[in-house]
């Protein structure tokens, strides 16, 4: 079930816990304050590569890490973020059409939970 009005620190426990499941829900909450997390890892993480300078390949080497790890279970949340707004996760592959494709999908994350979105759960 989704947790409306999510804290901080459970969205992200939420997020790891449920590394790769891809049935049922995930409330705006969930959603935006881990894609809040994520973004300010990359920006840390980006910051300290370009302090390093030119050695900044152990930085790069751990970024791309954290990448490969967060890909799996992000596609996971965003996948139940779109059952929640009772929309098949198949929609995420409007990404793949440029511009007006993350518009689409931009639209579909932000809408609130629909109870019909409730089909998707287990």
């Keep these: 079930m989704p947790y409306y ?9 939420r997020f ?4 790769a ?4 829900r995930a409330s705006r909450a969930e959603y935006w304050w881990w894609f ?3 973004y ?3 920006i840390a993480l980006s910051s300290l590569s370009r302090i390093d300078g030119a050695t900044g390949t152990t930085f790069d080497v751990i970024s791309g890490i954290w990448g490969l790890a ?6 996971a949340l965003l996948w139940r ?12 592959f409007w990404v793949f059409l440029p511009i007006i494709g993350w518009i689409i999908l931009l639209v579909y994350v932000i809408q609130g939970p629909k109870p019909e979105g409730a089909r998707f759960d287990s």
Excluded: C, E, M
């Excluded at 009005?5 to 426990?13: D, F, N, R, T």
């Excluded at 967060?70 to 596609?75: A, E, H």
């Excluded at 973020?81 to 995420?92: C, K, P, T």
């Design 5 to 13: 009005g999510a804290p901080l620190p459970v969205a992200v426990q």
């Design 16 to 19: 790891f816990t449920k590394y």
């Design 21 to 24: 499941v891809f049935s049922g």
């Design 36 to 38: 809040l997390v994520s």
């Design 40 to 42: 300010l890892i990359n």
């Design 70 to 75: 967060i890909i799996v279970p992000s596609l």
């Design 81 to 92: 973020r779109l059952h929640d707004a009772n929309h098949s996760g198949w929609n995420f």
